[in-house]
């Protein structure tokens, strides 16, 4: 089969003066497409910033013989997600792709995180995926093209200590595709997610060196890259890291009707079989689950 190409094709990448985002960024300006490198150049936590990181990047870019142009806002600024949405159609007049990748961690224990910890952290990761893809959204319908990628986190699909606001945000993120998949059938958008293992600045200090040798963001790439493309699928969970790549799914077990004289004991009583995972499937959209729900009435 031929290689996956993206001449012609205009990709943005928030979060992109390091790590995962420069990776990404890098291998689709190597793949033929033109990228906007958005990066704040703030700290993990997310405070601080400047230029530096993105022309860096552009300017890597630039040797390897591609185009691209450095952008600098926060994507939970309003204007400035506008203003790197504006760049990127003056300099090049369309936009194909959006990776949405930036992202910062607070990390405390519920009993110890402050309430502006967890509203930042859902800030960035949510709305800061939210307010791009918005901006690029009605760009997509009139090309009747898009792949949007946004980055969701095992901690999101299974939890981890410490990391309830990174957890909510990367979940609702799977919430946010669940709905644009639908939403864009029609108009040939394609909304994805990557959920990343890798050794980047936010994982530097949770890891063994030996072990984040393993984890390099490049690893994670091609998995990326393949959700630009023009063959990607939509409403998928990729996992990738380490070069091993996997999809998650959120499932539904068969169940079990009790009838609408159903009593809590009842539920109790039958616990075991309700969670059975025997016959378990993913829904693509919410009317499919609905569905069962009266199939199970009718006794099928």
Request: include cysteine; proline fraction near 3%.
């Amino acid at each position: 089969m031929a290689d996956i190409r993206f001449d012609g094709k205009v990709a943005i990448v928030t979060g992109a003066g390091g790590g995962l985002g420069r990776q990404h960024a890098l291998e689709l300006a190597r793949r033929g497409a033109k990228v906007v490198v958005n990066d704040l150049g703030g700290s993990v936590d997310g405070s601080g910033g400047g230029s530096d990181a993105a022309n860096k990047v552009v300017e890597e870019i630039k040797a390897l013989g591609g185009e691209a142009i450095a952008n600098g806002s926060s994507v939970t600024d309003d204007a400035g997600v506008a203003r790197m949405v504006k760049d990127a159609m003056d300099a090049w007049g369309r936009i194909d792709i959006l990776v949405a990748n930036a992202g910062i961690l607070r990390d405390k224990t519920f009993a110890k995180m402050e309430l502006p910890d967890f509203q930042v952290v859902v800030d960035v990761h949510l709305m800061g995926t939210v307010k791009p893809a918005k901006a690029v959204w009605e760009i997509m319908r009139q090309q009747n093209y898009g792949r949007i990628v946004v980055t969701t986190s095992s901690t999101g699909l299974y939890g981890n200590f410490g990391q309830a606001n990174y957890g909510a945000a990367k979940l609702g993120l799977v919430g946010f595709m669940n709905t644009l998949k639908l939403e864009g059938q029609k108009n040939n958008i394609h909304v994805n997610a990557i959920s990343p293992v890798a050794a980047t600045r936010m994982t530097e200090n949770l890891m063994p060196p030996q072990v984040l040798e393993q984890l390099k963001p490049e690893y994670v790439t091609p998995g990326v890259v393949f959700l630009c493309s023009d063959e990607a699928p939509t409403g998928t969970v990729l996992t990738a890291g380490a070069g091993a790549f996997a999809v998650a799914r959120i499932v539904e077990t068969e169940g079990l009707y009790l009838g609408h004289e159903a009593t809590v004991e009842q539920v109790r009583d039958n616990f075991a079989k309700i969670a059975d995972a025997a016959g378990q499937q993913a829904y693509m959209n919410g009317g499919e689950q609905t569905a069962k729900f009266f199939r199970k009435m009718q006794g099928g």
